[in-house]
């Protein structure tokens, strides 16, 4: 019985044993093709016969052109050994390597220089190529415009932003300015507005004998034998980064200094709406904000500036923006900059009096741009009415323009019997037309 208990232990080991080689031995095999491959490839590597190459001194230097020459003359040789050929590819190898390399950061720098041109050149979305004829040279086209007009005042804006974007707001903002200054002169400086599209936009002021300028800035021009010439010529030539402000946004900044003060006059941003004539103010920037304690000026703005050519205050500026650029910080070469100069007069004793004056927030600012919704509504009460006449009673009386904060304001719709439908029904031209309810 016991002996039958062995007999039959063994035959179950002999069981497993045949079925774990059967089971193992395809893996068995598998390996052993592997390692006989490893082995072949390990001796055809290892033995492959390679050539001496002899040492390369000022091949190296090859420029890629001269590779590309040498390796055609090459081919077209009578006789080439196989060292010649080993040494051709050493070449191309290690001086193609450098020369590419080479290449990829001159590359790259070509086109930071090409971005940084069509930045300047107020382009995507800004710049619309003139349309049909040709168009004569700012230098040119300004000083014909400005001797054949008749100009009792001389207003500056520009337009940085696309043509189809110039819209209701932006005309009647033109509107507002020849209804209270019928015999003055505008050019408006802008890439887009300057072609075919955009004279016809500025038809309806043109055909009522209104002068309307729409002009492409030559920026080298403008900025010559001022401090913003190099500043502008380092920028072209990525001496520094322009920054993460929108580029446009400050060559406007800089522009309305310059223009102001090589030709002098008055100049207005496009979401500032005039109820009162300004010919009369001279040398003057607005106050957008004052203490509450001290009643003196916390930050000046610069969305309407009105000065004498060459005023000294402007040279300050512009050399302010040229030593201090900044195209990270928003407003640092802008309200920021011109509160930065006017207050550094302020404090200094020994400073001469250079003839200008700081008007109060009533003047341009007459709402923060925080309350500007106000402005839109219409009285829904009696209360909310008696506010509005006396607000409006008082814009009438102490306020030459106001500014609209078209940021804050841009997207509301002006609503019949609110402050800035009254203040634009006075200010109107085309009183019929749907600029008073655009949206």
């Known amino acids: 019985m016991e002996q039958s208990k062995r007999t039959e232990q063994a035959m179950q080991s002999l069981k497993r044993l045949i079925v774990s080689f ?61 060292s010649d050929t080993s040494l051709l590819l050493v070449v191309k ?11 990829v950061s001159s590359t790259r720098t070509e086109r930071r220089k090409r971005r940084l041109k069509r930045r300047i050149e107020l382009t995507s979305p800004v710049t619309q190529r003139p349309q049909g004829r040709s168009r004569p040279r700012f230098k040119t086209r300004i000083k014909s415009f ?31 300015l020849f209804k209270s200054h019928p015999n003055s002169c505008l050019i408006l400086v802008s890439n887009s507005l300057d072609c075919d599209r955009g004279t016809l936009i500025l038809k309806p002021f043109t055909d009522k004998g209104l002068k309307v300028l729409p002009i492409k800035p030559d920026f080298a021009y403008i900025f010559k034998d001022t401090s913003a010439e ?7 030539k990525g001496m520094f980064s322009p920054g993460v402000i929108p580029l446009e946004q400050n060559l406007s900044n800089l522009l309305r200094l310059v223009l102001l003060y090589k ?16 010919s009369h103010l001279h040398n003057v920037i607005g106050a957008q904000s004052v203490d509450s304690i001290t009643r003196k000026w916390s930050r000046l703005n610069t969305a309407v500036l009105i000065f004498d050519k060459n005023h000294p205050l402007l040279k300050r500026f512009i050399d302010e923006f040229s030593r201090t650029f900044n195209g990270n910080k928003w407003g640092h070469n802008g309200p920021y900059l011109v509160s930065r100069v006017v207050g550094r007069i302020n404090i200094s004793s020994s400073s001469s009096d250079l003839g200008f004056s700081v008007l109060p927030p009533s003047a341009f600012y007459p709402v ?8 839109y509504r219409a009285p829904a009460n009696e209360s909310e009415a008696n506010w509005s006449r006396k607000r409006l009673t008082h ?6 323009a106001v500014h609209l904060w078209n940021r804050e304001s841009k997207k509301l719709r002006i609503e019949e019997g609110s402050i800035i439908h009254q203040l634009m029904s006075d200010s109107c031209i085309f009183c019929n037309s749907s600029s008073l309810h655009f949206s």
């Not at 814009?395 to 030459?400: A, I």
Request: glycine fraction near 4%; charged fraction near 15%; aromatic fraction near 12%.
């Open 22 to 82: 059967v089971c193992c031995l395809p893996m068995s095999l598998l390996g052993l093709l592997i390692m006989l491959l490893l082995i072949y490839n390990s001796f055809s590597v290892f033995s492959l016969h390679l050539d001496p190459i002899p040492p390369i001194k000022s091949t190296i230097s090859l420029t890629h052109h001269q590779i590309l020459h040498h390796h055609s003359s090459s081919s077209t040789a009578t006789s080439s050994s196989d």
């Open 93 to 103: 190898e290690t001086s193609l390597g450098y020369v590419q390399k080479q290449n």
């Open 146 to 176: 400005l001797s054949t007009s008749s100009c009792e005042s001389l207003f500056f804006m520009t337009w940085i932003s696309s043509i189809e974007s110039f819209g209701d707001r932006e005309r009647f903002t033109i509107e507002s």
């Open 230 to 236: 190099k500043w502008f010529e380092r920028l072209k």
């Open 263 to 278: 030709f002098g006059g008055i100049y207005l941003d496009t979401d500032v709406i005039i109820i009162k004539p300004l």
């Open 368 to 375: 923060d741009w925080t309350r500007i919704r106000g402005f």
């Open 395 to 400: 814009l009438r009386k102490h306020s030459f």
